[in-house]
């Protein structure tokens, strides 16, 4: 099979599994949040953001760095897979045991504290899955990630339902959410065997090689994640569960869909980095059409989402989560910014420039912490939503400030208007059909707007086949 059809054909498999996957993931929530209520959920999000923010620093950026070493010509890639992998392992133990002793400074209840510590296994299958899906992203044959997903959310949804209907305790959810991660991790292991020979290697100087290339990742990636977890943290400390759980309602919407445009992102990134400093003019084609698409995906979110925020609350939690309304249409601000944000990320790393963004993310960060001690005691989630999009919007301008003073390159604009007026009129479509179903005003906004883009040309078939079927050299 021709690279471009390898290409096509994993790009196609990950955006139907993503679908797929997103919806599965839409119904735990919806368990999850009506079986549990609330205050419940609070607890729930409490742990999840606890402990997230623990197994990211466990991350060390490894990802992207084995993702870019085995795309070389000639790698060793079972050599590159098991010494990351090691340190994967060993990172992840040391750091999820510090997150579970750390939680007993915490004001948190001892179910929370419990909670915590079943948990914690669960980030550490993801810490393992994680690092194993470069080896299928450079091969393009991403089926097996997609179907360890599949698989990992429908025994989610398996054990949420099962708890749900016999007085689920938040014990049990979390337990639900580790057998989930374990059906995920087993396939993408067993799967990757028949890719490259997996076993660890405790290489010294090739650990020095991964961790000094990975550091500012590493780092920037801890800075990153005080705006981007801090707030629902802080939140627990300050405010009731109740509010937490509001908050969490809110957010999970946005923790779903980010993860779109970072799945195109990964796909585009190897041919950002073959194409940086060896063909500027691709490079710079690429990575300007890619954002449009970006941009193209963000606003009709944004927009739609204002105004079908209640709606959707209700339809997923029920009518106690109707008040969380207004902190997702803060959020949802942030939620564009991170569409975007996602390329200029990975861009950073393409070129080869971590070290020299870490200041930048190391400014926003104290900024955005800065942010919510303020905030979040005065307005509570109002002050994290706010605080959220300070952070996300920052370190957008930080980050494609950085590639245009690197590189030379910055975002295209054209045809914004173009995309301004398809949002509106797909807005006025939501408003036409606000008295209908939920998901039928969702249905006809996304025919309408789609529609209204290909119509205006705001997506050139060009453009996509250069993105998503690129040259055979690039193999």
Same mark, same amino acid.
């Given at each position: 099979?021709?690279?471009?059809?390898?290409?096509?054909?994993?790009?196609?498999?990950?955006?139907?599994?993503?679908?797929?996957?997103?919806?599965?993931?839409?119904?735990?929530?919806?368990?999850?949040?009506?079986?549990?209520?609330?205050?419940?959920?609070?607890?729930?999000?409490?742990? !999840?953001?606890?402990?997230?923010?623990?197994?990211?620093?466990?991350?060390?950026?490894?990802?992207?760095?084995?993702?870019?070493?085995?795309?070389?010509?000639?790698?060793?890639?079972?050599?590159?897979?098991?010494?990351?992998?090691?340190?994967?392992?060993?990172?992840?133990?040391?750091?999820?045991?510090?997150?579970? =002793?750390?939680?007993?400074?915490?004001?948190?209840?001892?179910?929370?504290?419990?909670?915590?510590?079943?948990?914690?296994?669960?980030?550490?299958?993801?810490?393992?899955?994680?690092?194993?899906?470069?080896?299928?992203?450079?091969?393009?044959?991403?089926?097996?990630?997609?179907?360890?997903?599949?698989?990992?959310?429908?025994?989610?949804?398996?054990?949420?339902?099962?708890?749900?209907?016999?007085?689920?305790?938040?014990?049990?959810?979390?337990?639900?959410? %580790?057998?989930?991660?374990?059906?995920? *991790?087993?396939?993408?292991?067993?799967?990757?065997?028949?890719?490259?020979?997996?076993?660890?290697?405790?290489?010294?100087?090739?650990?020095?090689?991964?961790?000094?290339?990975?550091?500012?990742?590493?780092?920037?990636?801890?800075?990153?994640?005080?705006?981007?977890?801090?707030?629902?943290?802080?939140?627990?400390?300050?405010?009731?569960?109740?509010?937490?759980?509001?908050?969490?309602?809110?957010?999970?919407?946005?923790?779903?869909?980010?993860?779109?445009?970072? !799945?195109?992102? @990964?796909?585009? !990134?190897?041919?950002?980095?073959?194409?940086?400093?060896?063909?500027?003019?691709?490079?710079?084609?690429?990575?300007?059409?890619?954002?449009?698409?970006?941009?193209?995906?963000?606003?009709?979110?944004?927009?739609?989402?204002?105004?079908?925020?209640?709606?959707?609350?209700?339809?997923? @939690?029920?009518?106690?989560?109707?008040?969380?309304?207004?902190?997702?249409?803060?959020?949802?601000?942030?939620?564009?910014? !991170?569409?975007?944000?996602?390329?200029?990320?990975? %861009?950073?790393?393409?070129?080869?420039?971590?070290?020299?963004?870490?200041?930048?993310?190391?400014?926003?960060?104290?900024?955005?912490?800065?942010?919510?001690?303020?905030?979040?005691?005065?307005?509570?989630?109002?002050?994290? =939503?706010?605080?959220?999009?300070?952070?996300? %919007?920052?370190?957008?301008?930080?980050?494609?400030?950085?590639?245009?003073?690197?590189?030379?390159?910055?975002?295209?604009?054209?045809?914004?208007?173009?995309?301004?007026?398809? %949002?509106?009129?797909?807005?006025?479509?939501?408003?036409?059909?606000?008295?209908?179903?939920?998901?039928?005003?969702?249905?006809?906004?996304?025919?309408?707007?789609?529609?209204?883009?290909?119509?205006?040309?705001?997506?050139?078939?060009?453009? *996509?086949?250069?993105?998503?079927?690129?040259?055979?050299?690039? =193999?």
């Amino acid at each position: 099979m021709s690279l471009a059809r390898s290409v096509g054909r994993n790009t196609i498999i990950q955006v139907i599994g993503k679908i797929a996957g997103t919806l599965i993931g839409f119904l735990a929530i919806a368990i999850l949040q009506r079986s549990l209520g609330t205050e419940g959920f609070g607890a729930y999000t409490t742990v !999840m953001a606890y402990v997230g923010f623990f197994s990211v620093i466990a991350d060390l950026g490894l990802y992207m760095i084995v993702l870019r070493e085995i795309a070389k010509p000639n790698a060793d890639k079972e050599r590159i897979v098991g010494n990351a992998l090691a340190i994967r392992l060993v990172s992840a133990a040391v750091v999820l045991a510090a997150c579970i =002793a750390i939680a007993f400074f915490f004001p948190y209840s001892g179910e929370i504290r419990s909670g915590i510590a079943i948990i914690v296994v669960s980030f550490f299958f993801i810490a393992v899955q994680q690092l194993l899906v470069s080896l299928f992203q450079q091969a393009l044959k991403t089926v097996w990630v997609v179907i360890g997903e599949l698989l990992g959310r429908v025994v989610l949804v398996a054990l949420v339902y099962w708890f749900s209907r016999h007085d689920a305790t938040l014990a049990q959810m979390l337990l639900a959410v %580790t057998a989930g991660t374990f059906a995920n *991790m087993l396939v993408v292991l067993l799967s990757g065997m028949k890719l490259v020979r997996l076993r660890l290697y405790f290489d010294k100087q090739y650990w020095k090689f991964i961790l000094q290339e990975t550091w500012p990742i590493a780092l920037s990636i801890v800075l990153n994640l005080l705006y981007f977890r801090l707030d629902t943290v802080f939140l627990s400390i300050f405010r009731p569960l109740e509010e937490v759980g509001l908050y969490g309602a809110a957010y999970k919407i946005l923790e779903i869909l980010v993860s779109m445009p970072v !799945m195109f992102v @990964g796909l585009i !990134m190897p041919i950002l980095s073959m194409t940086a400093y060896v063909e500027p003019e691709r490079f710079s084609s690429i990575f300007k059409k890619s954002f449009t698409l970006l941009l193209i995906a963000a606003l009709p979110i944004v927009v739609g989402g204002m105004l079908l925020a209640k709606p959707l609350l209700v339809l997923i @939690g029920g009518e106690a989560y109707a008040p969380a309304s207004g902190y997702l249409r803060v959020l949802l601000f942030s939620i564009g910014a !991170m569409f975007l944000n996602s390329l200029s990320g990975h %861009t950073v790393t393409a070129i080869n420039e971590q070290r020299r963004m870490v200041w930048g993310y190391f400014s926003v960060a104290m900024a955005s912490i800065a942010a919510y001690l303020i905030l979040i005691p005065l307005f509570g989630a109002y002050g994290a =939503a706010f605080g959220t999009v300070f952070a996300q %919007t920052s370190i957008m301008i930080v980050g494609y400030a950085m590639i245009k003073r690197r590189i030379g390159v910055a975002p295209s604009l054209k045809g914004l208007w173009k995309m301004l007026a398809c %949002t509106a009129v797909m807005a006025a479509v939501i408003w036409l059909f606000r008295g209908q179903h939920v998901l039928i005003a969702v249905v006809v906004a996304m025919v309408t707007y789609g529609g209204l883009v290909l119509a205006t040309r705001l997506i050139d078939p060009t453009a *996509m086949k250069e993105i998503i079927f690129p040259r055979r050299n690039d =193999a």
